[in-house]
Every structure is written in structure tokens, then in C-alpha cells.
């Protein structure tokens, strides 16, 4: 009987050990800020822009979103800019040491009165954030400008801005960002991902088209399916022509007390005129209230010059995690945890 109560007992510690494990999997898996802490994540830069709003200078401090690089062969560390509006993995404004200059294709791939486009003839390796990479070279280029422009972002405490990860780098990966603590990770086949990210319902669908990525949404009672996710913006709210602003907004467009914004995009002057709807952003399940509307007046038919019918910025998300899935064309948006 002794060597029975002890077999009982050994047998109870094994099924503590694994009630203990089932239950802290079911706390990380349904507690969603476990959940999130237990993840690898890195911290991201908000770049500083200066923009004229009213007619006055006037500096954000979330313009866009820095994402920290390394490079193999190189201890520094840099910043890529996120925006995938690019259809290049990397879009080189300087190349790091460690690339070898010789291995830069002399032949420019596209070229203009303002810049050309060089492409590399080797691959790329490094991380972002923690995570590994390597970018073969049809999917790494370098821009050179003929004229560089001023102005521009900028990070605080001289970072190096080197470049920026364009939607070809995404194509195979699964980015997700926590826009409330500052911070991203590329979940990976090892990611065992809490429940919380992975509920079906907190997904909406993504198209990706003509570079960029598309979800269904409405603003009031009105319905579209080609507003695009703008992630180089945070700066604009909701961008759409001028005719549906003045439908949204039941203004002409030339009231004083309409917001006026200038903004500087690849050495050239932006102006939106902008005003707050009473009427919610709605991207899947999700709610953005009062968001600002703006119009481009030199570009008052969106159609015609961005095929779309238009575009919203990383502002809509300040108060959220998003999962930018490209390879399964979803976009998850979820509650700050």
C-alpha cells in the first residue's frame, strides 16, 4: 500500500503540473495583455515633420512611423520608415557600409527630373527589430535625388533615416503594431499568437492593388470599398475628394473657419483643407468618432489621381494594436490592451 499512496502521489503532482500549465496557457491565451507581454516586440521612433497649419509653422511629433534596422556587417543601428505605398522591400535613401557600392546596377531603373531609381545587384541581410531578414536584390533599390529637397522627417537625437520597407517586404510577413506602447513585432510561424488577435470578427478584408493595401469602409451612412490605408501618414485623418467632402461635410470648401494644412512630400508642397465630421470612421467592427476630413485642392477628384476613393492615416489607430497580414489579405484592428 505504500508504494501504492506514493504512485497515487507522483501521479496527482504530474496532473498539477499540467492543470498549472493548462491554466497559465489559458491566461496568456485569453488575458490579452499576457498575451501581448509575453510576445517579442521593439520599440519604434515617431518621426518629427514641421507643417504649416493656418498659415503657421507648427512641428508634429507623429508623422510617421521609424522602424530600427541593422545591417549585416554593420554594428550601427539605422531606421527604416514604414510605408507601404512602396512596391520596393527596401528603398535605399544611403546605402549602409556594409553594401558594396561597386554592386549598385549604374543603370538607373526609372528616372525623372527629380530622381532616379538604382537597383542593387546583391541581396540585403540584416534585422528589423529582432527579426531576421534577407532581401535578394529585385526587391532592394536606391534612390538618388538631382535635386535633394529640404526639409523632410526627422528623428530626435540624430538618428540615421536610411530608407524605408515598402510593401515588398511584407509580402511574406504578418506585421503587427501597438500603436499605444510604441512598439512592433513580425509574428513568424513560431508566434503562437493569443486568442485575442486571433478572433475572426476583429479582421476586415485587404486588397492589395496597384501598391497598395485597400479595406472596405464608411463614413456615416455612406459605404466604400477603395479607401486605402495610407501607413506613411499620420498627419491626415481621412483624405477624399472634394465633392464627396462637401457631401460629408455640407460645406463648400471655402469657409474661414475650415482647417488649412500644409504639408512637404518628396520636395514638393501639399494643401489640404480640412474640417471634423460629426459622423464615425467604421473600418470592420470598429469605430473612429468625429475623425478630420480633408480635401486636396489640386487634386479634388481622388479617382483620377489615385484610383481610389480615399485614403486614412496611422491617426485613426493611435488608440490601437493593429495585424498588417498581407500574405492572408486581412487587416486585424484591436482594443489598446
Given at each position: 500500500?505504500?508504494?501504492?499512496?506514493?504512485?497515487?502521489?507522483r501521479?496527482?503532482?504530474?496532473?498539477?503540473?499540467?492543470?498549472?500549465?493548462?491554466?497559465?496557457?489559458?491566461?496568456?491565451?485569453?488575458?490579452?495583455?499576457?498575451?501581448?507581454?509575453?510576445?517579442?516586440?521593439?520599440?519604434?521612433?515617431?518621426?518629427?515633420?514641421?507643417?504649416?497649419?493656418?498659415?503657421?509653422?507648427?512641428?508634429?511629433?507623429?508623422?510617421?512611423?521609424?522602424?530600427?534596422?541593422?545591417?549585416?556587417?554593420?554594428?550601427?543601428?539605422?531606421?527604416?520608415?514604414?510605408?507601404l505605398?512602396?512596391?520596393?522591400?527596401?528603398?535605399?535613401?544611403?546605402?549602409?557600409?556594409?553594401?558594396?557600392?561597386?554592386?549598385?546596377?549604374?543603370?538607373p531603373?526609372?528616372?525623372?527630373?527629380?530622381?532616379?531609381?538604382?537597383?542593387?545587384?546583391?541581396?540585403?541581410?540584416?534585422?528589423?527589430?529582432?527579426?531576421?531578414?534577407?532581401?535578394?536584390?529585385g526587391?532592394?533599390?536606391?534612390?538618388?535625388?538631382?535635386?535633394?529637397?529640404?526639409?523632410?522627417?526627422?528623428?530626435?537625437?540624430?538618428?540615421?533615416?536610411?530608407?524605408?520597407?515598402?510593401?515588398?517586404f511584407?509580402?511574406?510577413?504578418?506585421?503587427?503594431?501597438?500603436?499605444?506602447?510604441?512598439?512592433?513585432?513580425?509574428?513568424?510561424?513560431?508566434?503562437?499568437?493569443?486568442?485575442?488577435?486571433?478572433?475572426?470578427?476583429?479582421?476586415?478584408?485587404?486588397?492589395?492593388?496597384?501598391?497598395?493595401?485597400?479595406?472596405?469602409?464608411?463614413?456615416?451612412?455612406?459605404?466604400?470599398?477603395?479607401f486605402?490605408?495610407?501607413?506613411?501618414?499620420?498627419?491626415?485623418?481621412?483624405?477624399?475628394?472634394?465633392e464627396?467632402?462637401?457631401?460629408?461635410?455640407?460645406?463648400?470648401?471655402?469657409?474661414?473657419?475650415?482647417?488649412?494644412?500644409?504639408?512637404?512630400?518628396?520636395?514638393?508642397?501639399?494643401?489640404?483643407?480640412?474640417?471634423?465630421?460629426?459622423?464615425?470612421?467604421?473600418?470592420?467592427?470598429?469605430?473612429?468618432?468625429?475623425?478630420?476630413?480633408?480635401?486636396?485642392?489640386?487634386?479634388?477628384?481622388?479617382?483620377?489621381?489615385?484610383?481610389?476613393?480615399?485614403?486614412?492615416?496611422?491617426?485613426?489607430?493611435?488608440?490601437?494594436?493593429?495585424?498588417?497580414?498581407?500574405?492572408?489579405?486581412?487587416?486585424?484592428?484591436?482594443?489598446?490592451?
Open positions: 500500500m505504500k508504494y501504492k499512496h506514493q504512485a497515487y502521489f501521479l496527482g503532482l504530474r496532473n498539477g503540473s499540467s492543470l498549472v500549465l493548462i491554466l497559465l496557457l489559458h491566461l496568456i491565451c485569453f488575458n490579452p495583455v499576457l498575451g501581448q507581454k509575453s510576445m517579442n516586440w521593439t520599440s519604434f521612433k515617431w518621426g518629427n515633420d514641421t507643417v504649416v497649419l493656418n498659415g503657421k509653422k507648427a512641428l508634429t511629433r507623429r508623422s510617421a512611423i521609424f522602424l530600427p534596422v541593422f545591417f549585416e556587417g554593420d554594428a550601427r543601428q539605422y531606421y527604416l520608415q514604414l510605408d505605398n512602396s512596391s520596393a522591400g527596401i528603398l535605399f535613401y544611403n546605402l549602409p557600409m556594409s553594401v558594396d557600392t561597386a554592386k549598385l546596377n549604374h543603370t531603373l526609372s528616372s525623372n527630373e527629380v530622381l532616379s531609381l538604382y537597383r542593387l545587384n546583391c541581396a540585403v541581410k540584416g534585422k528589423l527589430g529582432i527579426s531576421k531578414f534577407m532581401e535578394d536584390s526587391s532592394c533599390v536606391l534612390l538618388r535625388y538631382k535635386n535633394r529637397p529640404n526639409g523632410g522627417y526627422y528623428l530626435p537625437s540624430g538618428r540615421s533615416i536610411i530608407g524605408m520597407a515598402g510593401l515588398g511584407f509580402r511574406r510577413r504578418e506585421l503587427m503594431i501597438d500603436f499605444p506602447r510604441q512598439q512592433f513585432t513580425l509574428a513568424g510561424k513560431e508566434t503562437i499568437l493569443p486568442l485575442t488577435y486571433r478572433d475572426s470578427s476583429l479582421y476586415v478584408p485587404l486588397q492589395v492593388a496597384n501598391n497598395r493595401l485597400s479595406v472596405p469602409v464608411s463614413i456615416g451612412d455612406s459605404s466604400f470599398k477603395g486605402f490605408y495610407e501607413t506613411g501618414n499620420s498627419i491626415y485623418d481621412v483624405v477624399v475628394s472634394k464627396l467632402w462637401q457631401k460629408l461635410t455640407g460645406k463648400k470648401g471655402d469657409e474661414k473657419d475650415n482647417m488649412r494644412l500644409g504639408i512637404e512630400t518628396w520636395g514638393s508642397r501639399t494643401e489640404a483643407i480640412g474640417r471634423r465630421v460629426h459622423k464615425p470612421l467604421k473600418i470592420g467592427i470598429w469605430r473612429f468618432a468625429e475623425p478630420y476630413l480633408f480635401f486636396i485642392p489640386a487634386s479634388p477628384d481622388l479617382k483620377t489621381v489615385y484610383g481610389c476613393d480615399g485614403f486614412f492615416g496611422n491617426s485613426v489607430f493611435f488608440g490601437k494594436t493593429i495585424i498588417i497580414d498581407v500574405p492572408r489579405r486581412r487587416l486585424g484592428i484591436m482594443n489598446e490592451m
